[in-house]
């Protein structure tokens, strides 16, 4: 055995010196990257894990169905508004923005035929997607609920959430259909068939994934952020009920004026546990929804 | 067994043509020129396939072989600067390339089956179905009809018939390769265009592919690409060279593979180049 080492020390079962330095470089780049890792699962895991134990006991069904109430307002009561209001905000965002997106990302990557056009699309896309959303509030009170007089309503909200869903949504779309394979374009094209039904029955199944990925990251970033709906549609206090015209009131913009006017940190957690859970929901059911597309397609 | 009844008895004995080549034109390719980006990628290429024969074209790789191919269906313009810069081609007669050829039909009489087979994301009847149901050629066929001829045709009826609602992506390769066949098949083309159909295939797989085109061969012209010479000579009653975008010399494929004429197809049958 020592003697097989010695005549060639190189091509030995134990391996060289250098040899097991490598190896044990791999181990500890392995023991990063898993730390990496594992601070992916954490840091999510330990922020639900934080807001359901402070918010949890606020949390009940008449939480959830009440509007707000005490003295200062809020402080007592329920968040069913707000709720209203995202919700409302929410579908009348991906309503318009989802159509428009799906018809450019569509266009940019089936269509477009002028590289430099598509190219000249996608930069001022991707530019939009970088605008911070202080600034698209700042936008649709100005031209929205001022210039168009809409005033501060749940259209004017509405419109400002397609704005920024608008961008998020054409990328991902964008996205999904260019990483499909060309063969199948090839394949389908060369059967004597329009685009059109290409696309229809192809395309789109082939990118449903990624599209439905793109459909929950641009309401998750919508949703959420206080600043598009600040000055455009949302109002301290509502009793519920909705209307175009009409101001709503926003669980991010609750979350706000309840914890910068110092008026309930407990009802605060709440509202924050039911906008997180309900980003959950809609994540998980989407997570869901790709899964059965996929299935019947794959 | 691959080779329906009705296919086998349909088939017309050699001995009809005199000379093949006075035989009906299906294809006549005239000084067809392409380019790419401006690049010059097929120059003056003439050819021709007859009725019921196999044409295949063979010669080394990038010498165009797929790129006439692409153009004898039209689905070489799908390619952003391919250009078609001088000739034509007639396809029974009719110009390919005439003004007022609307493409997608011409992909509809003759089809296409490529290299890599791909199932789109339906069920194995629906990718029979594909094209039926945007040209709508039904021609008083149900839905189930046409899905078990066609898959009868290429051999895969008794492989797949229970399972018929399954994605196709569940298939093997070799099957799938079949399904595409089928796919083709029921777009009731006119003539079928294979580019290296089989080599993504196994050797069994192959096989199929091959019994298939010479049961085919009765109702259809076929032009297969291939780089598989044994291939060519078992299938094939015509043979194409080409090298570097020219054709260099075209004839039946006995005399082309026993005597050529042009010495760069004699150095390439016999395996000095290519
Ligand atoms: N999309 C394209 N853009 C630019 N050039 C191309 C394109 N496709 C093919 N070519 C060029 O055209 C020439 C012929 O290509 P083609 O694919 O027709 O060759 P081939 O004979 O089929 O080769 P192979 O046997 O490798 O498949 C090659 O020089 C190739 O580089
Ligand atoms: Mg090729």
New interface residues.
């Given amino acids: 055995m020592h003697n097989a080492a010695v005549l060639s020390p190189t091509a030995n079962m134990t391996g060289s010196e250098t040899y097991r330095l490598s190896v044990l470089r791999d181990r500890l780049w392995r023991a990063a990257l898993w730390f990496c890792g594992f601070i992916g699962f954490l840091l999510p895991v330990s922020i639900i894990s934080y807001l359901v134990f402070e918010g949890i006991h606020r949390v009940s069904w008449s939480f959830l169905v009440d509007y707000p109430k005490g003295t200062p307002l809020g402080t007592q009561g329920g968040i069913w508004p707000a709720v209203e209001g995202s919700l409302a905000l929410a579908s009348i965002g991906l309503l318009v923005a989802f159509p428009l997106a799906l018809g450019g990302g569509l266009y940019l990557s089936e269509y477009g035929?002028s590289q430099r056009f598509n190219e000249t699309v996608r930069f001022l896309v991707e530019c939009l997607a970088a605008v911070p959303s202080i600034i698209y509030g700042l936008f649709g009170y100005a031209f929205l609920v001022v210039f168009l007089k809409f005033g501060i309503s749940l259209i004017a909200g509405g419109l400002v959430l397609a704005l920024i869903m608008f961008p998020i949504l054409l990328i991902a779309i964008q996205e999904s259909l260019r990483s499909i394979?060309d063969?199948?374009?090839?394949?389908?094209?060369?059967?004597?068939?329009?685009r059109f039904?290409l696309i229809r029955?192809?395309l789109l199944?082939?990118a449903w994934r990624g599209i439905v990925a793109g459909i929950v990251l641009a309401v998750g970033h919508a949703v959420g952020s206080a600043a598009p709906v600040l000055f455009t549609a949302s109002i301290y206090f509502s009793k519920g009920g909705l209307g175009l015209d009409r101001p709503v009131m926003t669980l991010p913009t609750h979350l706000y004026n309840l914890v910068s006017e110092a008026i309930s940190f407990d009802q605060a957690f709440g509202t924050a546990l039911v906008l997180i859970a309900g980003l959950l929901i809609f994540n998980a059911s989407a997570t869901l929804l790709r899964r059965l597309g996929g299935g019947?397609?794959? | 067994m691959i080779v329906p009844m009705e296919m086998t008895c349909s088939y017309a004995p050699e001995g009809d043509h005199e000379d093949p080549a006075d035989g009906p034109r299906i294809f006549d390719v005239r000084d067809l020129s392409v380019t790419f980006n401006g690049r010059s990628v097929l120059r003056g290429v003439n050819a021709m396939a007859l009725d019921r024969q196999v044409l295949a074209i063979v010669g080394p790789s990038g010498s165009g072989k797929s790129t006439l191919l692409r153009t004898m269906n039209r689905t070489l313009e799908l390619t952003l600067d391919a250009r078609v810069t001088s000739g034509d081609i007639h396809f029974k007669g009719e110009r390919l390339y005439g003004n007022g050829t609307d493409p997608r039909l011409v992909r509809k009489r003759i089809c296409m089956v490529h290299q890599k087979p791909v199932a789109f994301p339906m069920s194995i009847g629906e990718n029979v179905l594909f094209g039926v149901r945007f040209h709508k050629n039904w021609n008083g066929r149900t839905k189930d009809e046409i899905i078990r001829s066609c898959l009868d045709r290429v051999g895969l009826w008794n492989e797949v018939k229970d399972r018929l609602s399954d994605p196709a992506s569940r298939l093997s390769v070799g099957q799938l390769q079949r399904l595409c066949i089928a796919r083709a098949l029921a777009n009731d083309p006119e003539a079928i265009l294979m580019d290296e159909p089989c080599s993504a295939l196994d050797p069994v797989s192959t096989a199929r592919i091959e019994e298939l085109i010479l049961a085919m061969k009765p109702q259809l012209p076929i032009v297969i690409v291939t780089h598989n010479l044994a291939q060519a000579r078992r299938i094939s009653d015509q043979s194409l060279f080409l090298y570097d975008g020219q054709s260099l010399e075209q004839d039946t494929t006995e005399r082309i593979f026993t005597h050529p004429k042009n010495g760069r197809v004699r150095d390439f049958i016999t395996g000095k180049v290519g």
């Fill in positions: 035929r394979d063969a199948y374009r090839e394949m389908g094209l060369s059967l004597g068939v329009t039904y029955r192809v199944r082939k019947s397609a794959q």
